[in-house]
T-cell receptor
Framework: DAGVIQSPRHEVTEMGQEVTLRCKPI?????LFWYRQTMMRGLELLIY????????DSGMPEDRFSAKMPNASFSTLKIQPSEPRDSAVYFC?????????????FGAGSRLTVL | GDSVTQMEGPVTLSEEAFLTINCTYT??????LFWYVQYPGEGLQLLLK?????DKGSNKGFEATYRKETTSFHLEKGSVQVSDSAVYFC????????????FGRGTQLTVWP
């Protein structure tokens, strides 16, 4: 299994530009999570999906952020317009099942720098 | 609400020293508990887990025991190596139908030769 695949690994953009981060979860996993990691705030849960349906998006910072999961094998996190304070590492993670001790598997992350 | 509190870092140790990273939790019911590790430039990966009280999770020389009476899940290793340098995260899963993991802030560990 290739694991959770994220792209791009690194993105540098200018303030005001649209950014789209992509994630392919592990086949057979039906829960998908988007996290953001910064030095100041640590690891924050932005949104998570179960069976492609958004369950909790209370962690999405503001309307500039949106996430979709059109099918079981693909999700996107979009920031429009981007701002310097959005600079962070964004992680996607997936797991099988909805509860219990099922392990969460993380991707390698997308490092975003907004100038 | 559910939460995890772990000791502030950074933690700096010499090789072969004993490691303890404290973790306590607040949760209703009977959560499962996890330790994840993040090596530089990588995503988090599972280190060990425990699913019920008094269970001991272990992996790569690391251990943690699920203590319900003290709501704790402290991570220990008897002799750390330089390769253990990483950020360690404690987490809980309450096991609800629409579950999510609650992570602590992470503890940076640096081991010097």
């Amino acid at each position: 299994d290739a694991g959770v695949i994220q792209s791009p690994r690194h993105e540098v953009t200018e303030m005001g530009q649209e950014v789209t981060l992509r994630c392919k979860p592990i086949s057979g996993h039906n829960s998908l999570f988007w996290y953001r990691q910064t030095m100041m705030r640590g690891l924050e849960l932005l949104i998570y999906f179960n069976n492609n349906v958004p369950i909790d998006d209370s962690g999405m910072p503001e309307d500039r952020f949106s996430a979709k999961m059109p099918n079981a094998s693909f999700s996107t996190l979009k920031i429009q317009p981007s701002e310097p304070r959005d600079s962070a590492v964004y992680f996607c993670a997936s797991r099988k099942g909805t509860a219990g001790a099922n392990v969460l598997t993380f991707g390698a992350g997308s490092r975003l720098t907004v100038l | 609400g559910d939460s995890v509190t772990q000791m502030e870092g950074p933690v700096t140790l010499s090789e072969e020293a004993f490691l303890t990273i404290n973790c306590t939790y607040t949760a209703t019911g009977y959560p499962s508990l996890f330790w994840y590790v993040q090596y530089p430039g990588e995503g988090l990966q599972l280190l060990l887990k425990a699913t019920k009280a008094d269970d001991k999770g272990s992996n790569k020389g690391f251990e943690a025991t699920y203590r319900k009476e003290t709501t704790s899940f402290h991570l220990e290793k008897g002799s750390v190596q330089v390769s253990d340098s990483a950020v360690y995260f404690c987490a809980l899963d309450r096991g609800s139908t629409l579950g999510r993991l609650y992570f602590g802030r992470g503890t940076q560990l640096t081991v010097w030769p």
